[in-house]
């Protein structure tokens, strides 16, 4: 039980009881706490009579049902913003035509590459070409020279040795009595040390070590060039040998005829060959 004050003269009283003790007001058997002051009042008043609380709302069987709220489905939608939309739209754009420019310019770079190659590859091979037909033409020229020289050695050669008369040869192997020498080196010795025939010999030998040297250029050949420089390499071989024997003949007569027709003969065959087989431009 709680003491509550009369709500007609304020005096307190039981919260049990209906009717008040001290001046008779009628409580109906029932008292409420206000929760706005703390006082108990009668469940008949409609608002407290100390600090006017509408009463409707301090009982709880008074009270109105909680507002039911009802969610319903909420559609968002989401609006870009048309400059940001294309400013995407654009860099996108950009970006691609870049790539595709790289792409392009990658493509061009890789043919310019290749077509340098191959140019380069067409000038190598020219460059080539151009080498081995020079040195080719200059052997030639040379045996030619060679030729003509060994001729005279071989004829001065014979007619020392079995006295054969020459209007060609007479001045290498007779002396000055217009005998024949003795010994046939004697009319070799004539024959080399004629200022005609030695300047002869003497270009015969500078242009032997001329194209000697220039073979080092044809040393490593393009893929398409390594055959045809494996037969110039032996011609350059016998025509070496040829060369050298005209420039400082050794041996015996029938030794030096014999060799000297073999490779003269040879190296007009090879040289045929390799003209005919490779474009040297002749």
Known sequence: MAIISCPNCGKEISDKAT??????????????????????????????????????????TKKPDAQKVELTKVSVKFHLNKKILFSVIGAVVVIAAVLICLKINDNIVKQKREQESIEEASRVSEEYRTNARNIMYDMISVAADAESCGSLVGKVWSNSIWSTSDTETDQYTKNSYGQFYDDFNDALVDLYTTKSFETKIDKLSKKQSEITTN???????????????????????????????????????????????ELDSGLLDKYNKIINKYDLGF
């Open 19 to 60: 009717k008040c003790v001290h001046c008779g007001f009628e409580l109906n058997g029932a008292a409420i706490q206000c929760k706005e002051c703390g006082k108990y009042i009668s469940n008949t008043e409609k608002e407290c009579p100390y600090c006017g609380c509408p009463v409707e709302f301090l009982d709880d």
């Open 215 to 261: 073979m080092k250029l044809l040393a490593n050949p393009p893929e398409e060039w390594k055959d045809a420089y494996n037969q110039i390499e032996e011609f350059y071989d016998e025509w070496y040998s040829f060369v050298s024997m005209v420039v400082n003949p050794s041996g015996s007569y029938t030794s030096f005829v014999s060799k000297y027709n």
